[in-house]
């Protein structure tokens, strides 16, 4: 929790007035059974009525007063707690937007909903718990400790013990409970996930007919969560039966040892009675304050799994603008001053960045190997290549072969494990946060829409586009038809996730909101494969019209998709095993041929490739970066 405790700052004085009008309550608590104690003492033993009704006066003063201090504390606890809350929540969002891929993908979806949601809400009922009662139950039970000394010293002793007593039952029950708080915790992200999965995948489920199996795991992780917080709710209902039954002896001892002390003259019937009060309102605290510790401990760990979030930093560092500039005007200078070859100055490690404009290539892979954080396995393998301005760059390879890995490492959405990327003839990590993805579309293999207009979403691209370049945009993605047939045209509504469009629709407006950007790089993963044939051919040539040096990628399984790109990269299990346009890939690739000639059977040869072709395809794993220049 201390590393949360920053999110107080703009609540400090809530934070000390809430728990202060709280005591100031509980003094009024306190001094009730002491006027009781006098109206049965001094007004009805000796029958003093003006007595009687100056006590019961000052009684409903205190019950208004008290109430008044609870409602000021209460008002003041509340705005603490959920200001709190508010900008924990917010700077927990900003923070996980900050981290990489690579952190998102450890962390997991489900706990982060999970700790924006279940466990910010636990930390606020804490918080407001723990400044209306922390200090208050505390004060009330030494305070009738003491007000039970005031009266009655002996009997006080057995308030004494009972309240020692007391307190060991409930940390031992609360010692035991807590770590099994964590374990629920844990156990919700569980159960959150398969959830998640569940709904966002019942069409396949249903179309599987795996409702069965589906429910039966729910069942096992829900019954799994059931038995956990059963055992903790078990824990802490023995609490209650336990403190009753303690308090009771002690108030049988109390009424005992009262009735002796009354028949001797040591005491008053009224001093008897108070001791009662207080000994009641002792073993209310308790439970209470144990109840608010149980609270208070969920909270905490909670709290903690939310400061987690926060220690976790960005495995990504960025250079500052300034300094960024800086290094490019530095590095220009240096080209100048050299033999004007960009990679013969700078570090050996990483050579100095090219300034933009500088003719430089598009992109270069220089031996870049990925492996995924967590994973054994390489997902790239000492991929060399390098695109010119303007080529179109097709992607083909199996499934898993890579191709997503390898366009996801030009807008740093992961850092290569080894190797170096270029873009645009800078490290892609000498780019400030954010430079790098401006001159990068990018239309993902899912294609995923928000809630909002269809404007709203095309103008994600470049917020500050017309109308013109939207239709622009969404003509040569060849979504007008999908736009115009929506009621409202660009202010048509989308649906969360854009539910209410169908697979193909949404992929085209993902590629129009990629072009509303006008990138100097455009990365298409896989991203036309619910279109039809025909609308893929109009889609890429659309595209390919586009004005300047846009430099596409293409991934796709489909070979008519990418066959004419100017460079096809082939990849296989992670290795670049052929390069080069359709015809030579066709003529020398033994992959290449498979992967083409399962897709149009027609055009295969009668003839078995040639053992050269197959010689000439197994060395093409690694290419040198310049090779294709
Ligand atoms: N975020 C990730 N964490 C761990 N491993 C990953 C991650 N993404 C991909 N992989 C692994 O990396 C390898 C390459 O995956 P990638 O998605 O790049 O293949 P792909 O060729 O694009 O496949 P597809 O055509 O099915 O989209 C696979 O073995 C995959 O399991």
Redesign the pocket.
Known sequence: MSRLLRFFRHYKKETLLAPLFKLFEALMNLLVPLVVARIIDQGIAASNRPLIIRCFIFLIVLAVAGMLFAFVAQWFAAKSSVGFTTEMRQELFDHIQSLS?TEL?TLGTDTLITRMTSDANQVQAGINMALRLLLRSPLIVLGSILMAFTIDAKSALIFLVATLVLFAVVFAIMLVSIPLFRKSQRALDRLLGITRENLSGVRVIRAFCKEEAEIQEFDERNAYLTRTNEFVGRLSALMNPASFLIVNISIILLIQLGAVRVNAGSMEQGQVVALYNYLAAIIIELIKFASLLVSINKSLACADRIADVFDIQSSMTYPPAIAAAAQVNSASASTDMTSGNPDASGPADRPAAVPDGSGADAVRFTDVS?T????D?T??EDISFSVRRGQTIGII??????????V?LIPRF?DATRGRVDVLGRDVRDYPKGDLIAKIGVVP?KALLFEGSIRDNLLWGQADATDEELWEAIARAQATEVVKGKEGGLDALIEQGGRNLSGGQKQRLTIARALVKKPELLIM??SASALDFATDAALRQAIRKMAGSLTIFI?S?RASSIRSADRILL?DD?RLVGSGNHEELLAKNQIYQEIYYSQFPEEKPNRPPSDETASISSTQGKEAPDEDK
């Open positions: 891929y993908d990925l995924y954080a967590g994973s396995e997902a790239l390879g199996s499934t898993g072969s890579g191709k997503s890995s390898l996801n992961y293999q993963d896989d991934v399984q990849l992670g």
